[in-house]
């Protein structure tokens, strides 16, 4: 037999937001998709934002970009607008956390440990024209990164090999590339002569 049923109190239960999931460590496009009001573990006020791979092997992976309105964290607010593409005067002002929900920025994962689990978290946010598709790790290459696609050298003709030059009084002459001729023997410069008529 089962568990049984029983009554619970669902009513202040959050939903999670996040489909947290391990990547290779690197820099991911995404979008920022939720922003909710937050309190961090010393009850200090914070924003909370979702922020959502867009493509390759992480695409749907969402991870929590915590801001804090201290004044000595404002400077995470400040990267988030900026790599969503709005400009932050530096003075005071009243700030919607919400213009950014929508937009797409670039996203730094590293890597972390909670509970002896190894997770992803943003390190960084970007401006999504800085995530360089060559340094995107793929969904076929496992952990490893994309290498760089390299050119194909064009085939050249093979050089013609240097004629045999006959030696005259004892020196090797030089063939018409410029490169020195090998000694032929006596007995081989009356073959190529007999040959040659």
Request: glycine share 8%; net charge neutral; hydrophobic share 30%.
């Amino acid at each position: 037999m089962g568990a049984k049923a029983r009554t619970v109190d669902m009513s202040n239960v959050k939903e999670r937001s996040f489909n947290v999931k391990h990547l290779p460590e690197g820099d991911y496009k995404a979008k920022v998709t939720k922003v909710e009001d937050h309190k961090s573990k010393a009850k200090n006020d914070q924003w909370l934002y979702t922020i959502t791979v867009t493509d390759g092997r992480g695409k749907g992976a969402s991870y929590p970009y915590y801001c804090g309105l201290e004044e000595n964290q404002l400077w995470k607010v400040r990267n988030l607008f900026v790599a969503a593409g709005i400009n932050l005067p530096k003075q005071r002002q009243k700030l919607d956390p919400n213009k950014v929900v929508g937009r797409p920025v670039g996203i730094s994962l590293v890597d972390d440990e909670y509970e002896g689990k190894e997770k992803s978290v943003i390190d960084n946010v970007m401006p999504i024209s800085e995530v360089d598709e060559t340094d995107v790790p793929d969904a076929e290459d496992g952990d490893e990164e994309v290498a760089k696609p390299k050119k194909k050298k064009k085939d050249k003709a093979p050089e013609p090999e240097p004629e045999p030059v006959a030696k005259k009084n004892g020196k090797a002459k030089k063939g018409k590339h410029g490169k020195k001729a090998k000694e032929v023997s006596d007995d081989e410069l009356q073959e190529l002569e007999v040959e040659a008529l």
